[in-house]
């Protein structure tokens, strides 16, 4: 099944990870919509690759927003579909903090309702989508790549919303690809390590020269153009489903 053959929904597109991704499957000749809210990123980056990529205001938290971008991606050509990349939120806390008080619940809850729910959300509108196209002649309709982080694995000290949504997300993966395994929709997850994005860039070479201290081989950063490269290759490989796999050079996470 090949990209150029469907239209791709990515959310969080506009920027680092989902614009990477963006740019892959665009070049690969697949239609695609920009599923984000960041508006003039968005607006020039659909504009920067033609008419077959669309930017659509989205809200992966919203079931109309999400519902209406699908809706979008279907007037594009054949949905079939799916990456979910979006993030912009977050919170760095211990259960107990240095006063001796809880961690906040409203912190916990954004998160969560962000990186779970949200990408939830994508998965089961988009794919109610994706199942009603005709599959091709090995049964196929079509896939969703989700985006988890190796912080699902070994979170670090002051992580702990933001590892247990990641870790929601891993744990979604086997079942929504059993769940839809009929339906002829397979579902994968990346999990990145610490990824070289323009948000990361922000702390500067130094603070990017010790968190590539810690990755064994290649020794630096992740690149979005790496994470592209193998949510295109999971697209396009219709035995790979119900997997997380890994993108991090070796790194495992220390406790800070």
Do not use: W
């Not at 990529?53 to 799916?82: I, M, P, Q």
């Not at 919303?161 to 997850?189: C, E, N, P, Q, W």
């Amino acid at each position: 099944m090949a990209l150029a053959d469907g239209v791709v929904l990515v959310t969080g597109g506009a920027g680092g990870l989902g614009e990477a991704a963006v740019r892959r499957v665009a070049v690969a000749g697949a239609a695609v919509v920009i599923a984000d809210l960041a508006d003039d990123k968005a607006e020039k980056l659909a504009a920067d690759l033609g008419d077959r990529v669309r930017y659509v205001r989205t809200d992966v938290t919203d079931e109309a927003s999400v519902a209406n971008a699908v809706a979008e991606a279907g007037k594009l050509g054949t949905f079939r579909y799916a990456v979910v990349a979006h993030g912009g939120f977050g919170v760095a806390e211990k259960v107990v903090q240095r006063d001796g008080s809880p961690s906040s619940l409203d912190g916990f809850t954004k998160t969560i309702d962000l990186y779970l729910t949200g990408t939830y959300n994508v998965l089961r509108i988009a794919s109610a989508a994706i199942a009603k196209t005709e599959p091709d002649g090995d049964g196929q309709r079509g896939a969703v790549v989700t985006t988890a982080s190796i912080a699902a694995f070994e979170g670090q000290i002051g992580q702990i919303a933001y590892s247990a949504a990641k870790a929601g997300v891993v744990g979604m993966t086997i079942v929504a690809a059993r769940d839809l395994g009929s339906l002829g929709i397979r579902v994968v997850t990346v999990a990145p390590g610490t990824m070289r994005t323009p948000i990361m860039e922000r702390v500067g070479e130094e603070a990017l020269a010790k968190f590539a201290a810690n990755i064994p081989n290649p020794k630096r950063l992740g690149k979005p153009e790496e994470y592209a490269g193998l949510v295109a290759h999971i697209l396009e490989n219709p035995y790979l489903n119900g997997e997380t796999i890994r993108l991090d050079g070796a790194q495992r996470f220390t406790p800070r």
